[in-house]
């Protein structure tokens, strides 16, 4: 099987090959981790006065939990806490704590990228592998002619059929991502106003949140 592929794709049919597994195994990475992470994230974000008691291992298995925890934490060692404030130690945490999934996407864009290209690549050498058997041959079987030309384009069909599907899941786990960045943004805003409201919350939350452990994240 692998020798019938190679003799009709050549090297390059390989590499899209490889290139489709890795789309799909990040693809499924990106979206089960968000998938998981928010199970447990949408619970915990609902009551954010009554910090749970396993909160500490919330910070350590959730990154969203990690994210939000850390923000409010940072947040209140401010003396004045605004909405810009809030948009930057969550853009910060997001892109810190998330850096790995942040590597998956752009993983799968560059394959969105270069997969047309390798394809238009392997199209390019077929033609001239085409023509160069053209050239040695005494006539023109018209029917050879259609059967070389087809071949070589199976490697555009096979990068436009990866490239596609990934650029379309790197946009879906893109707007998921902002989608969370946004409940985070939100419920950190509204908890905010309750705790500038109850200066007692304010320190029991304070007091609470020194006592967690941000390990892997300068706190």
């Known amino acids: 099987m692998f020798s019938d592929i190679y003799n009709l794709t050549g090297p390059v049919g390989i590499l899209l090959i490889i290139l489709a597994v890795a789309a799909c195994f990040l693809s499924i990475y990106g979206a089960s981790y968000i998938f998981y992470s928010l199970m447990h994230f949408r619970k915990f974000i609902r009551n954010l006065r009554k910090i749970p008691d396993d909160a500490e291992r919330l910070v350590r298995s959730n990154d969203f939990c990690h994210i939000t925890l850390l923000t409010l934490k940072r947040l209140l060692s401010r003396k004045e806490i605004t909405a810009e404030n809030i948009r930057q130690e969550?853009?910060?945490?997001?892109?810190?704590?998330?850096?790995?999934l942040f590597g998956v996407l752009t993983c799968l864009k560059v394959i969105s990228v270069i997969s047309p290209l390798c394809g238009l690549l392997g199209t390019v050498l077929g033609m001239l592998d085409v023509f160069q058997a053209l050239a040695q041959s005494t006539g023109v079987d018209a029917?050879?002619?259609?059967?070389?030309?087809?071949?070589?384009?199976?490697?555009?069909?096979?990068g436009l059929v990866i490239a596609i599907p990934a650029l379309i899941v790197y946009h879906l786990l893109n707007l998921w991502l902002r989608s969370v960045n946004g409940m985070i943004l939100g419920r950190i805003s509204f908890h905010t106003d309750e705790l500038l409201s109850d200066p007692a919350l304010r320190t029991r939350q304070t007091e609470i949140l020194q006592k967690l452990s941000f390990s892997g994240t300068d706190d």
């Open 143 to 158: 029917g050879l002619l259609s059967k070389g030309i087809s071949e070589a384009l199976i490697t555009t069909v096979m």
């Open 90 to 100: 969550t853009g910060f945490l997001f892109n810190v704590r998330l850096r790995k």
